[in-house]
């Protein structure tokens, strides 16, 4: 069992979990997973100069037997927004997991799963906290990622599978109106 309360949640899994020791990512391999992340807010439709300030939350290494680890970061952030007299919420976020490819004997670093979100509360997907384990013994570190809309929640489980970071597993819908409590009957005079 892997209890992750900042998930809520509680993970069940026949393979043993151990406990990885990463080492702690380099400001350069950073650096350049910033840069795809913002090429990615900029491809969404983002400028350049608001991609550039969409902070890093939260970043992991991913091991991976036989390869280099993969980099798994979270960028968000909340801004206002004024339209008309009017003014909104926007939240943008951003999962990726980068791996460095190592081609014709250069190396260079491809986002291999993007998971971006930009709009309003009631119609964007939240993402985290996140959690990097290996949950099938299969060597490779798997992401789990919640996911948060406006009524709901679900998780994912991403892995590296058929040589690729893919969507192997969405967890359970909860509703937040389920864990509301009934509400109390009103006496009768």
């Given at each position: 069992?892997?209890?992750?309360?900042?998930?809520?949640?509680?993970?069940?899994?026949?393979?043993?979990?151990?406990?990885?020791?990463?080492?702690?990512?380099?400001?350069?391999?950073?650096?350049?997973?910033?840069g795809l992340a913002r090429a990615a807010f900029v491809k969404e439709g983002l400028t350049a100069e608001l991609s550039a300030q969409i902070p890093r939350v939260w970043q992991?290494?991913?091991?991976?037997?036989?390869?280099?680890?993969?980099?798994?970061?979270?960028?968000?952030?909340?801004?206002?927004?004024?339209?008309?007299?009017?003014?909104?919420?926007?939240?943008?976020?951003?999962?990726?997991?980068?791996?460095?490819?190592?081609?014709?004997?250069?190396?260079?670093?491809?986002?291999?799963?993007?998971?971006?979100?930009?709009?309003?509360?009631?119609?964007?997907?939240?993402?985290?906290?996140?959690?990097?384990?290996?949950?099938?013994?299969?060597?490779?570190?798997?992401?789990?990622?919640?996911?948060?809309?406006?009524?709901?929640?679900?998780?994912?489980?991403?892995?590296?599978?058929?040589?690729?970071?893919q969507s192997r597993y969405s967890g359970r819908e909860g509703n937040y109106s389920a864990d509301i409590p009934e509400p109390e009957p009103e006496p009768t005079p």
């Open positions: 069992l892997l209890p992750l309360p900042e998930l809520d949640l509680v993970i069940a899994t026949d393979q043993p979990l151990k406990s990885a020791s990463r080492k702690p990512l380099t400001e350069e391999v950073l650096d350049i997973v910033d992991s290494a991913a091991f991976m037997p036989g390869r280099p680890n993969a980099v798994v970061a979270l960028y968000r952030r909340t801004q206002t927004v004024k339209q008309r007299d009017a003014t909104y919420k926007r939240i943008i976020n951003q999962v990726i997991v980068a791996e460095p490819i190592t081609e014709k004997g250069q190396t260079s670093w491809r986002s291999q799963t993007n998971l971006v979100s930009i709009g309003n509360p009631e119609t964007s997907t939240f993402y985290g906290p996140l959690a990097v384990v290996d949950l099938n013994g299969d060597g490779f570190e798997d992401l789990l990622v919640r996911e948060t809309r406006f009524d709901r929640w679900s998780y994912g489980i991403y892995s590296r599978y058929q040589d690729r970071w």
